[in-house]
Protein backbone atom coordinates (compact mmCIF):
# COMPACT_ATOMS: atom_id res chain seq x y z
CA UNK A 1 0.00 0.00 0.00
CA UNK A 2 1.57 3.52 -1.36
CA UNK A 3 0.90 6.52 1.11
CA UNK A 4 1.29 10.30 0.41
CA UNK A 5 1.32 12.75 2.61
CA UNK A 6 1.53 16.31 1.93
CA UNK A 7 2.53 19.61 3.97
CA UNK A 8 3.31 23.07 3.29
CA UNK A 9 0.15 24.74 2.55
CA UNK A 10 -1.17 27.52 3.85
CA UNK A 11 -2.13 31.35 3.26
CA UNK A 12 0.14 33.63 1.16
CA UNK A 13 0.10 37.33 -0.10
CA UNK A 14 0.60 37.62 -3.41
CA UNK A 15 4.49 37.86 -4.83
CA UNK A 16 4.89 35.51 -1.95
CA UNK A 17 6.45 32.09 -1.39
CA UNK A 18 5.80 28.61 -0.06
CA UNK A 19 7.30 25.13 -0.14
CA UNK A 20 5.35 22.19 -0.57
CA UNK A 21 6.79 18.40 0.83
CA UNK A 22 5.41 15.27 -0.38
CA UNK A 23 6.09 12.12 1.72
CA UNK A 24 5.83 8.42 0.07
CA UNK A 25 5.34 4.94 1.66
CA UNK A 26 4.83 1.77 1.09
CA UNK A 27 6.48 -0.19 -1.68
CA UNK A 28 8.32 1.88 -3.95
CA UNK A 29 10.16 0.91 -6.60
CA UNK A 30 13.12 2.57 -7.86
CA UNK A 31 11.61 4.07 -10.85
CA UNK A 32 9.11 6.21 -10.66
CA UNK A 33 7.96 9.75 -11.29
CA UNK A 34 6.78 12.18 -8.43
CA UNK A 35 4.60 15.88 -8.89
CA UNK A 36 2.94 17.88 -8.41
CA UNK A 37 -1.32 19.14 -9.75
CA UNK A 38 -3.51 22.05 -8.42
CA UNK A 39 -7.09 22.12 -8.71
CA UNK A 40 -8.77 25.26 -8.71
CA UNK A 41 -12.67 25.87 -7.72
CA UNK A 42 -14.52 25.16 -10.81
CA UNK A 43 -11.32 23.91 -12.76
CA UNK A 44 -9.93 20.77 -13.82
CA UNK A 45 -6.84 19.24 -11.90
CA UNK A 46 -3.68 20.30 -13.81
CA UNK A 47 0.08 19.42 -13.37
CA UNK A 48 2.26 21.84 -12.40
CA UNK A 49 5.23 19.92 -11.98
CA UNK A 50 6.98 16.70 -12.14
CA UNK A 51 10.41 14.93 -11.91
CA UNK A 52 11.63 11.25 -12.46
CA UNK A 53 13.87 9.57 -10.02
CA UNK A 54 16.12 10.47 -12.71
CA UNK A 55 15.94 13.82 -12.00
CA UNK A 56 14.57 15.26 -15.14
CA UNK A 57 11.20 17.67 -14.88
CA UNK A 58 8.62 18.87 -16.56
CA UNK A 59 6.84 22.23 -15.51
CA UNK A 60 3.60 23.63 -16.79
CA UNK A 61 4.37 26.46 -18.98
CA UNK A 62 2.53 29.16 -16.74
CA UNK A 63 5.10 28.56 -13.45
CA UNK A 64 8.35 28.37 -15.21
CA UNK A 65 11.30 30.35 -13.75
CA UNK A 66 8.90 30.58 -10.55
CA UNK A 67 8.94 27.15 -9.15
CA UNK A 68 11.60 24.41 -8.41
CA UNK A 69 10.64 20.47 -8.15
CA UNK A 70 13.55 18.57 -6.39
CA UNK A 71 13.16 15.55 -4.93
CA UNK A 72 15.64 13.09 -2.63
CA UNK A 73 15.20 9.49 -3.51
CA UNK A 74 16.39 8.27 -0.11
CA UNK A 75 13.71 9.90 1.47
CA UNK A 76 11.01 9.05 -1.22
CA UNK A 77 10.13 12.87 -0.87
CA UNK A 78 9.50 15.67 -3.16
CA UNK A 79 9.34 18.68 -3.01
CA UNK A 80 7.76 21.95 -4.92
CA UNK A 81 9.53 25.64 -3.76
CA UNK A 82 6.82 28.37 -5.39
CA UNK A 83 7.73 31.74 -5.47
CA UNK A 84 6.17 35.18 -7.13
CA UNK A 85 2.55 33.86 -5.97
CA UNK A 86 -0.29 34.98 -7.73
CA UNK A 87 -3.96 34.82 -6.66
CA UNK A 88 -4.86 33.14 -9.70
CA UNK A 89 -2.93 30.14 -7.99
CA UNK A 90 -4.87 29.63 -5.12
CA UNK A 91 -5.43 26.20 -5.54
CA UNK A 92 -5.69 22.42 -3.59
CA UNK A 93 -2.28 21.02 -5.01
CA UNK A 94 -2.03 17.30 -4.79
CA UNK A 95 1.06 15.10 -5.10
CA UNK A 96 1.62 12.39 -7.38
CA UNK A 97 3.56 9.46 -7.86
CA UNK A 98 3.44 6.90 -11.02
CA UNK A 99 5.02 3.52 -10.38
CA UNK A 100 4.80 1.66 -13.77
CA UNK A 101 0.65 1.60 -14.87
CA UNK A 102 -0.28 2.79 -11.18
CA UNK A 103 -0.82 6.25 -10.24
CA UNK A 104 -1.32 7.61 -6.33
CA UNK A 105 -2.54 10.40 -5.11
CA UNK A 106 -2.20 12.54 -1.67
CA UNK A 107 -5.26 14.13 0.27
CA UNK A 108 -4.09 17.63 -0.83
CA UNK A 109 -3.04 20.75 0.85
CA UNK A 110 -4.57 24.23 0.13
CA UNK A 111 -2.47 26.85 -1.09
CA UNK A 112 -4.56 30.68 -0.87
CA UNK A 113 -2.91 33.50 -2.29
CA UNK A 114 -4.75 36.37 -0.89
CA UNK A 115 -3.57 39.74 0.72
Known sequence: ?????????????P???LRLSCAASGTIFSMNVMGWYR???G??????A????GGST?????????????R??????VYLQMNSLKPEE?????????LGTNAYWGQGTQVTVSS
Not at 1 to 13: K, N, R, W
Open 1 to 13: QVQLVESGGGLVQ
Open 15 to 17: GGS
Open 39 to 41: QAP
Open 43 to 48: KERELV
Open 50 to 53: AVTS
Open 58 to 70: NYADSVKGRFTIS
Open 72 to 77: ENAKNT
Open 90 to 98: TAIYYCNLI
